[in-house]
């Protein structure tokens, strides 16, 4: 069974920063092209930054620089690390594994607000 579970999300001041973690399970993580997304209310889901097998990285246009993605294949894990957060930041960020399927977590919160 495949999961893919995120944590760390939270409340935080703009300006700050947040790292959220995916922790995947039954899948064979090196060969998966890990993605975050967002979604904040009433908009449609949108890429945030997606990292290969072999750690090649994109990123939004609205978070390049400020955002920064990274995967350990040793512990099945991807990263977010996210800072200089702003309001427009704010929504709930999923994981997503994609190679012939895609999976998705059940997301994590990120609330950016004074």
């Known amino acids: 069974q495949v999961q893919l579970v995120e944590s760390g999300g939270g409340l935080v001041q703009p300006g700050r920063s947040l790292r959220l973690t995916c922790a995947a399970s039954?899948?064979?993580?090196?060969?998966?092209?890990m993605s975050w997304y967002r979604q904040a209310p009433d908009t449609e889901r949108e890429l945030v930054a997606t990292?290969?097998?072999?750690?090649?990285?994109n990123y939004a246009d609205s978070v390049n620089g400020r955002f920064t993605i990274s995967r350990d294949n040793a512990e099945d894990t991807v990263y977010l690390q996210m800072t200089a957060l702003k309001p427009e930041d704010a929504a709930v960020y999923y994981c997503?594994?994609?190679?012939?399927?895609?999976?998705w977590g059940q997301g994590t919160q990120v609330t950016v607000s004074s």
């Open positions: 997503n594994a994609q190679r012939r399927l895609i999976y």
């Open positions: 039954g899948i064979i993580f090196e060969v998966y092209t």
């Open positions: 990292i290969s097998g072999a750690c090649s990285t």
